[in-house]
């Protein structure tokens, strides 16, 4: 699988959190989750993304904006 581009890392800095205190907010008993999420390894689950989104103050889409770009383009094509 190759790397899912992402501003999880630029966005959790902006607002000061570390990777411990999203894993406690998320209730994740460990940082290795969101540390996956931020090297782009896997991704969160919707939920788990709304919930990022909410707590950094931004949209799902800005999150993720490469891959926002690139479902969108696709989606164009097929218009």
Same mark, same amino acid.
């Given at each position: +699988?190759?790397? &899912?581009?992402?501003? #999880?890392?630029?966005? =959790?800095?902006?607002?000061?959190? !570390? ?5 406690? &907010? #998320? %209730?994740?008993? !460990?940082? !290795? =989750?969101?540390? =996956?999420? %931020?090297?782009? %390894?896997? +991704?969160? !689950? ?5 919930? #990022? ?13 490469? #891959?926002?770009? %690139?479902?969108?383009?696709?989606? =164009?094509?097929?218009?």
């Amino acid at each position: +699988m190759t790397d &899912i581009p992402n501003s #999880l890392k630029k966005y =959790r800095r902006i607002m000061g959190y !570390s990777q411990k205190e999203v894993a406690m &907010i #998320l %209730e994740f008993k !460990s940082t !290795s =989750r969101i540390s =996956r999420w %931020e090297k782009g %390894e896997s +991704m969160p !689950s919707v939920k788990n993304l709304l919930k #990022l989104s909410f707590l950094y103050a931004t949209l799902p889409n800005d999150l993720y904006h490469d #891959l926002w770009i %690139e479902v969108k383009n696709n989606l =164009r094509k097929k218009k």
